[in-house]
């Protein structure tokens, strides 16, 4: 795709995966309520399933797009051009607006479904809405700078340690988020003779810390 097509066609795309890829793992991980772990775990799955189906879909492109789609995949932050980060930047932050007002609702439900649902909560329609604002930004930045792995698993608990908060506000996990991509990129670009591409470097930091979240879920479960 080029030119409009490209422009409208990636990020109706991204959207509309990110929705179907969020309902899925939803659906899958909720067993009478959601577990962070377990949600995680299904979201690895649903990842591993949509990276298959990806690399099929590489091999049917010629050398150039294909080359061109991994790169993006990789996750980089060079040659974006205002044309597509601009409506992207106002897209985000009017969902980024639409999270932060719904915090308050969200650090109720932190305190358990009961106690959430006694102060008047309605925990079903909280859960979804932040989940359907969190795939639609996640989507948002995937238009610009690709998949950055980890980015969103370890930008929140940088936040709480930052914030001694065991629910960090929206607007700091955000701000800590993007801060960690602007060091990852100069890191990525200055660390080597070679520069290499921003995903590489939250995928260096984020791996570790998702198998500690791993081998703490097998703790929890024995």
Do not use: C, H
């Amino acid at each position: 795709l080029s030119g409009v097509a490209a422009a409208v066609g990636m990020p109706v795309a991204a959207f509309g995966g990110g929705l179907v890829s969020g309902v899925a793992v939803y659906l899958l991980a909720y067993r009478g309520g959601i577990d962070s772990y377990r949600l995680v775990l299904v979201g690895l799955g649903i990842n591993g399933l949509a990276v298959s189906l990806t690399t099929w879909l590489l091999t049917l492109g010629d050398v150039t797009s294909a080359a061109q789609a991994l790169t993006w995949m990789t996750g980089s932050l060079n040659g974006k051009d205002w044309p597509l980060v601009t409506p992207m930047a106002f897209a985000a932050a009017a969902l980024l607006a639409g999270a932060i007002a719904s915090g308050r609702w969200l650090l109720l439900t932190s305190l358990g479904e009961d106690t959430a649902v006694g102060l008047g909560t309605r925990v079903g329609t909280v859960r979804v809405t932040a989940l359907t604002l969190a795939v639609l930004l996640a989507s948002v930045g995937t238009v610009v700078a690709g998949p950055l792995v980890f980015v969103a698993l370890a930008s929140p608990q940088i936040a709480r340690i930052l914030t001694g908060s065991a629910v960090p506000p929206v607007a700091v996990s955000a701000l800590t988020g993007a801060v960690f991509v602007l060091l990852a990129d100069t890191v990525a670009a200055n660390a080597l003779p070679v520069a290499l591409p921003v995903g590489v470097a939250t995928a260096v930091v984020g791996a570790p810390y998702l198998i500690y979240l791993i081998l703490r879920y097998q703790r929890r479960l024995t």
